[in-house]
């Protein structure tokens, strides 16, 4: 059994044997130029590490790039993730400056959510 996931120039080769994935790179090898990285270490914003009974996921160090670059590494954290009475308006506040910079901070916070279905609430 094989399975190939490919993402832009990055690609995670996984097989049931080493034998089918030597034979499988040897033919890539042939036809692309590429380089084997080794075991799985992190991928996609995704740290990989393994374990006797699996393998964890872990994206500690893609929620914190998602805080440098919203400019917010040195605001206190809260334990109450949301405010449920505060009172959101259309009217209220200042429209946000930067709309690219806006999109691709919550487009990483969609991201943050596929392995942390727990946070989706507070990023929706």
Request: glycine content about 4%; some cysteine; charged content about 15%.
């Amino acid at each position: 059994m094989t399975y190939i996931l490919l993402y832009v120039d990055d690609i995670i080769l996984t097989t049931s044997s080493d034998v089918l994935r030597q034979s499988i790179m040897s033919f890539l090898a042939a036809k692309f130029a590429v380089k084997d990285l080794g075991p799985l270490s992190y991928f996609v914003g995704i740290a990989v590490t393994r374990h006797a009974s699996g393998l964890f996921l872990c994206q500690h160090k893609y929620a914190e790039e998602i805080i440098e670059l919203a400019d917010m590494t040195s605001c206190n954290h809260a334990t109450t993730l949301v405010d449920n009475k505060a009172k959101l308006s259309v009217s209220s506040g200042s429209p946000y400056e930067g709309p690219t910079h806006y999109r691709s901070l919550a487009g990483a916070l969609q991201y943050l959510t596929f392995l942390r279905p727990d946070i989706s609430f507070v990023v929706q």
